[in-house]
């Protein structure tokens, strides 16, 4: 973990209090379409346009830091960043080190991949991104957990036959099965969450605040919505 400065651990204990700061929003920019790289180096994908849009309603300067998933909430409490934006569900055990907004998107639901039907979901090995609540949930049952740093490699080892079956969010492993010619879903789907929302440091009660404020003002002018389906398509959750 980075050695901080005294100057970021000032930063860190004003944020929230309305002093004329850039808030910066930290992303794995892997885990499409949730959070990207795009072609010019920069995140994109719909975390991206949602959090530009909070930042613009609440007023707020924000820029964007990319971060490795394993260390991206360490570095937070850290202060090298001061909100996630990375696909991050809430969950108890989660919320016991960082807190939350409100949901951005809806609690949804997490599926097996394979390269056929058939395959031993309950005891055989089961590959997924490290750190999430797949890992979580995985490491509750009777399957071998083999943990990866990214959604790449979580496939990658069940195209070479190092795992039975991978175990991700629908919505990303969606489009990898859609545009593959051997991945396929199988077996139950499994609701894990309470939806995803905005990380931030516990101290932060300002600024969630304001992010808050935001996200319920989306809510009810129809733009979130707009946006999920934009990024999602027509069949994915949203709010009512």
Not at 46 to 70: I, M, P, S, Y
Not at 105 to 129: F, K, N, R, T
Not at 173 to 196: A, C
Request: charge should be negative; include cysteine.
């Amino acid at each position: 973990m980075k050695r901080l400065l005294i100057a970021a651990t000032v930063l860190a204990l004003t944020a929230g209090m309305g002093l004329a700061q850039t808030v910066r929003m930290g992303t794995e920019g892997a885990y499409p379409p949730y959070n990207f790289i795009d072609d010019n180096g920069e995140v994109a994908g719909f975390e991206r346009e949602l959090g530009d849009e909070l930042c613009k309603r609440a007023q707020l300067e924000c820029t964007w830091v990319k971060n490795d998933w394993d260390s991206i909430i360490p570095n937070l409490v850290s202060s090298n960043y001061d909100t996630i934006m990375a696909a991050m569900s809430i969950n108890e055990e989660r919320k016991a080190v960082i807190a939350f907004t409100q949901d951005y998107l809806p609690p949804a639901p997490s599926s097996y991949v394979a390269l056929q039907d058939g395959v031993d979901l309950e005891g055989g090995v089961v590959a997924v991104q490290t750190g999430t609540v797949q890992a979580s949930h995985i490491a509750e049952t009777g399957a071998t957990l083999l943990e990866f740093p990214n959604i790449d490699q979580v496939l990658a080892a069940v195209r070479n036959g190092e795992a039975d079956a991978g175990f991700g969010d629908h919505e990303v492993l969606r489009p990898f099965v859609e545009d593959s010619n051997d991945l396929v879903f199988v077996g139950e789907q499994v609701n894990l969450d309470e939806g995803i929302g905005v990380g931030l440091r516990q101290s932060d009660t300002e600024l969630r605040e304001k992010f808050d404020a935001a996200i319920t003002s989306m809510k009810e002018d129809g733009s979130l919505n707009a946006m999920i389906k934009k990024h999602f398509g027509d069949e994915a959750q949203t709010y009512e």
